[in-house]
């Protein structure tokens, strides 16, 4: 069964600061994988989804990498602002495409 | 955009009630999941369903059930609520091929008494 694992579990950094969120996977024959913020209180909103055969996907200051073969990916925020602050959760297929299991997420806190 | 609307925010439930969490999507999804968050547990599936009228246990089914008797619709259903189940539950849909990405509702927040 698919395990999912992010570390750091929290975060704090200055506003404007780069940084980068990691998620491990233990299988690696997935068939993508999938970024998710969470506010407190509220649900997700997915940020990027990577197929398998993408080796990563930018959306605005967000850019994910994938590297299957080590079972692993990156979350790169660049310039932080306070609005930043929220839980990152990452999630991968159980199998074939569905149903996902999540990692535990990190929670960022980004300071003014 | 796509939108999975979940009937409630937040519940207050009394133990032994029959509770209905209802979720609809609006993008013609195949798939739809409900979870379970809980502090340092994270999200875990309870049920999901790849069609109408089927429905795949996930990894803590016991004490519910769904229905899923239109595309758009998933209930999740609390046959006898009890104080465990009181928790965050977050619906998700997302379609069969393709580009599978998974879009989640705004959750609901059950508080069992």
């Known amino acids: 069964k698919q395990e999912v694992t992010q570390i750091p579990a929290a975060l704090s950094v200055p506003e404007g600061e780069n940084l980068v969120l990691n998620c491990s996977f233990t299988?690696?024959?997935?068939?993508?994988l999938q970024w998710f913020r969470q506010d407190p209180g509220k649900g997700l909103t997915s940020l990027l989804l990577?197929?398998?055969?993408?080796r990563e996907q930018t959306s605005g200051r967000l850019n994910a990498s994938l590297d299957k073969s080590s079972g692993r990916s990156t979350l790169y925020i660049a310039a932080s602002q306070p609005g930043d602050s929220a839980t990152y959760l990452c999630?991968?297929?159980?199998?074939?495409?569905?149903?996902?299991?999540f990692g535990k997420g990190t929670r960022l806190s980004v300071i003014a | 955009d796509v939108k999975v609307t979940q009937s409630s925010r937040y519940l207050v439930k009394r133990t032994g009630e029959k509770v209905f969490l209802e979720c609809v999507q609006d993008?013609?999804?195949?798939?739809m999941f409900w979870y379970r968050q809980d502090p340092g547990l994270g999200l875990r599936l309870i049920y999901f369903?790849?069609?109408?009228?089927?429905?795949e246990k996930g990894d803590i089914p016991e004490g519910y059930s769904v229905s899923r008797e239109k595309k758009e619709r998933f209930s999740l259903i609390l046959e006898s609520a009890s104080t465990n189940q009181t928790s965050m539950y977050l619906c998700?849909?997302?379609?069969?091929?393709?580009?599978?990405?998974?879009?989640f509702g705004q959750g609901t927040r059950l508080t069992v008494v």
């Open positions: 999630a991968v297929p159980n199998s074939g495409n569905t149903p996902l299991v």
């Open positions: 299988d690696s024959a997935i068939y993508n």
């Open positions: 990577i197929q398998s055969s993408q």
């Open positions: 998700a849909s997302s379609p069969a091929q393709g580009d599978t990405e998974a879009f």
């Open positions: 993008m013609d999804h195949e798939n």
């Open positions: 369903s790849y069609d109408v009228k089927m429905k």
